[in-house]
């Protein structure tokens, strides 16, 4: 059975965080509603303050005012966001400790699951504590709910035969969403 020793990089926990709390499938119905917001707030506040500036009248200047604005404001507020999480991450591994965040992992991988020791501490985890898993940003994240995942980089293998068999048991564990992950490639 595989064991493989990692640290985690800033970068990768980052991307982690960011997926995880921003671009995962199942935050689609946030961001359509954080962009919406924003562009019905700043739609209605530039329509205001133009009507009010030109007298009552709504001209074709001030509809190509409030065009650009849109668009700068999705830019913006697309690069604000990643950010706003790398903020967030980096101030997580400051409160916590890089050692407690970023330390160095060991990780037997066997038919009963995975056991995790790091210089902090050490878990055992059977295969079904784990809701999913996805293969994202050169990382496996074995979710165990919604926010909180087992981070496994690629790199983290160091030979192809335990990256194989560390495949063989997610498949043997998530089975159809294994299937369904192959399909998407």
């Known amino acids: 059975m595989p064991v493989i020793e990692y640290t985690l990089t800033e970068s990768e926990f980052l991307e982690y ?3 995880t709390g921003w671009q995962a499938p199942d935050r689609k119905n946030y961001r359509l509603k954080y962009y919406f917001s924003n562009l019905a707030l700043f739609v209605v506040m530039t329509s205001v303050i133009l009507f009010a500036m030109d007298s ?3 001209r074709a200047s001030s509809l190509l005012i409030i065009g650009i604005g849109v668009v700068v404001l999705f830019l913006l507020v697309r690069y604000r966001v990643r950010a706003i999480f790398d903020k967030q991450g980096r101030s997580l591994i400051e409160r ?6 970023l330390s160095r992992t060991m990780l037997n991988i066997s038919e009963n699951g995975l056991f995790g020791k790091t210089d902090v501490a050490e878990v055992k985890y059977t295969w ?3 809701q999913k898993k ?6 496996y994240y074995l979710y165990l709910n919604a926010k909180q995942a087992v981070v496994i980089p690629l790199r983290a293998f160091s030979n192809e035969s335990d990256k ?8 043997a564990h ?4 294994s299937t369904f992950d192959e399909l998407k490639r």
């Open 96 to 101: 916590s400790g890089a050692n407690s965040v």
């Open 134 to 139: 996805l293969v994202v940003n050169k990382c």
């Open 174 to 177: 998530f089975p159809l969403q």
């Open 56 to 58: 009552g009248k709504i």
């Open 17 to 19: 965080n960011f997926y």
């Open 128 to 130: 079904n504590a784990f």
């Open 164 to 171: 194989k068999e560390f495949e063989r048991l997610l498949l």
